[in-house]
Antibody, heavy 124, light 109 residues
Framework: QVQLQESGPGLVKPSQTLSLTCTVS??????????WSWIRQPAGKGLEWIGR???????NYNPSLKSRVTISVDTSKNQFSLKLSSVTAADTAVYYC????????????????WGQGTMVTVSS | QTVVTQEPSFSVSPGGTVTLTCGLS?????????PSWYQQTPGQAPRTLIY???TRSSGVPDRFSGSILGNKAALTITGAQADDESDYYC?????????FGGGTKLTVL
């Protein structure tokens, strides 16, 4: 079955760019019809959707983060990635990657598979 | 900007029934928002419970059910168990994006 694993630096300096990768295993990222999302959660707080990408490269972003976010996909590596620029301490959070359900099914509007999450701290 | 609202906290007795809700700061939630529900325990990734208002995700017991109640989406847990004590989040699909509610901390005692 499909599994997701986040990876990337655990510490990023303020004003720099946070970069994370989500590796898909147990299936091809480009098989089927799925969006692939990034979600984050500051310590002790709720979840926030960052954005998503379709395997065609089409993206949607949270309007509050749109100016700083880029999500891309590398089908040859079975990965999709997140870049968040000009980070501040407010971007410190656990970052999750997740799969949205089948594009041609009502499950497309939900997350059906989650990674375990990776903690990113923004600090000098 | 429309905010997705949830009760900050709720408590239920073991064996009891509880209904958590998911609303909008402006307007009503309908099936067109494809409400989904997630359970999260401390230190763990969320687990998908319900999608598209009332469809249970694979492996989710039928103690969990989703619906629209009035102008809100609702998650009902019947026969609450100790391990249902978790944070519960709803998500609404809005246009081309997805918005989380603030979450409800459910205590079973």
């Amino acid at each position: 079955q499909v599994q997701l694993q986040e990876s990337g630096p655990g510490l990023v300096k303020p004003s720099q760019t946070l970069s994370l990768t989500c590796t898909v295993s147990g299936g091809s990222i480009s098989s089927g019809s799925y969006y692939w999302s990034w979600i984050r959660q500051p310590a002790g707080k709720g979840l926030e959707w960052i954005g998503r990408i379709y395997t065609s490269g089409s993206t949607n972003y949270n309007p509050s983060l749109k100016s700083r976010v880029t999500i891309s996909v590398d089908t040859s590596k079975n990965q999709f990635s997140l870049k968040l620029s000009s980070v501040t301490a407010a971007d410190t959070a656990v970052y999750y990657c997740a799969r949205n359900g089948d594009y041609y099914d009502s499950s497309a509007y939900a997350f059906d598979i989650w990674g375990q999450g990776t903690m990113v701290t923004v600090s000098s | 900007q429309t905010v997705v609202t949830q009760e900050p906290s709720f408590s239920v007795s073991p064996g009891g029934t509880v209904t958590l809700t998911c609303g909008l700061s402006s307007g009503s939630v309908s099936t067109s928002y494809y409400p989904s529900w997630y359970q999260q325990t401390p230190g763990q990734a969320p687990r998908t419970l319900i999608y598209s208002t009332n469809t249970r995700s694979s492996g989710v017991p039928d103690r969990f059910s989703g619906s629209i109640l009035g102008n809100k989406a609702a998650l009902t847990i019947t026969g609450a168990q100790a391990d249902d004590e978790s944070d519960y989040y709803c998500v609404l699909y809005m246009g081309s994006g997805m918005v989380f509610g603030g979450g409800t901390k459910l205590t079973v005692l």
